[in-house]
């Protein structure tokens, strides 16, 4: 499957952002959805990740009640809203696939990345 994210910009603290990831290639249904993100100088980390049935949703602990992940199983594509966004939340912000019925939180256990795409949050 090939992965394109879109969406990144600046904005403000306390403003959203809305990030897109299209998916092409093998039935989207069969993936596990993930978004991660890196920071400079940091490693990258999980954010949010989706079930293929678009009903279980796991979050990180930092972006949890302020950020939603979905997907439209019909239009092949995942998103993002992100809501009172922070300073802290500026990075590059990647999703992801897996070929599995399990979300999980290590990158390593991602098989497709899409390019990234960058979120900056100014104070």
């Known amino acids: 499957v090939q992965l394109q994210a879109c969406g990144g910009g600046l904005v403000q603290s306390g403003g959203s952002v809305r990030l897109s990831c299209a998916a092409s290639?093998?039935?989207?249904?069969?993936?596990?959805m993930g978004w991660f993100r890196q920071a400079p100088g940091k490693e990258r980390e999980f954010v949010a990740g989706i079930g293929r049935g678009a009903v279980s949703t796991y979050y990180a602990d930092s972006v949890k009640g302020r950020f939603t992940i979905s997907r439209d199983n019909v239009e092949n594509t995942v998103y993002l809203q992100m809501n009172s966004l922070k300073p802290e939340d500026t990075a590059v912000y990647y999703c992801?696939?897996?070929?599995?019925?399990?979300?999980?939180?290590?990158?390593?256990?991602?098989?497709?990345w899409g390019q990234g795409t960058l979120v900056t949050v100014s104070s």
């Open positions: 992801a696939a897996r070929s599995s019925t399990v979300i999980l939180v290590n990158s390593r256990t991602y098989n497709y």
């Open positions: 290639g093998r039935s989207f249904t069969t993936y596990v």
